[in-house]
């Protein structure tokens, strides 16, 4: 969860994840269903590309993920952690 994605979608109703790179959007959907017991609308997926790093002399690259966007239905909502 980075604050770009949590302050994007407050009014939508959408959460991001990082999801598997073989997954497709129903697998997603039916996933995020059945972990949350929510209602999931509709499903976005994006490839995010590594990032080049440098680490002294050397170059290298981190690997690209996969990220879903999934918009849930009005009134439900995902908590990851207990508001106190």
Known sequence: MTEKSVTGSEGANKVVFEVAKRANKTEIKRAIEELFKVTVLNVNTMWVPGKRVR?????????PWKKAV????EGD????????
């Open 55 to 63: 680490l002294g002399r050397h170059l290298g690259l981190r690997p």
């Open 70 to 73: 999934v918009t849930l239905k």
């Open 77 to 84: 909502n995902i908590e990851f952690f207990e508001s106190t």
